[in-house]
């Protein structure tokens, strides 16, 4: 059983950066691709992003490409997004994911075993 902890959102204005934390109670995530969602309110939980669990591929999703950045400490104790120049739309609940599965890449939901309770990120206009 992996316990996944998210750390990191808040209330941010329009144009701001912000850092999301993922890690799990009391292990590393060296096995685990990590993945971050999100889910506005009234919509469905989308793919943001990932890290395979060598480090060594990162996908992101379209529509946020060039705004955000994964990244994972050397120890894989915490795997980290980033989200520049954020926009309201990037209001959502962020959720991060992972899975020892090796297949890649890995975008939906339903590949992902374990799962944060998510992280509050507000953008105000």
């Known amino acids: 059983q992996v316990h996944l902890v998210e750390s990191g959102g808040g209330l941010v204005q329009a144009g701001g950066s912000l850092g999301l934390s993922c890690s799990a109670s009391?292990?590393?995530?060296?096995?685990?691709?990590v993945g971050w969602f999100r889910q506005a309110p009234g919509k469905e939980r989308e793919f943001v992003a990932a890290?395979?669990?060598?480090?060594?591929?990162?996908d992101y999703a379209d529509s946020v490409k060039g705004r955000l950045t994964i990244s994972r400490d050397n120890a894989w104790i915490t795997v980290t997004l980033r989200i520049d120049s954020l926009k309201p739309e990037d209001t959502a609940v962020y959720y991060c994911?992972?899975?020892?599965?090796?297949?890649?890449?890995?975008?939906?939901?339903?590949?992902?075993?374990?799962w944060g309770q998510g992280t509050q990120v507000t953008v105000s206009s």
């Open positions: 009391g292990q590393d995530l060296g096995s685990y691709t």
């Open positions: 994911a992972a899975d020892s599965d090796r297949t890649w890449p890995k975008r939906r939901r339903f590949e992902y075993r374990y």
């Open positions: 890290v395979l669990w060598t480090g060594g591929s990162i």
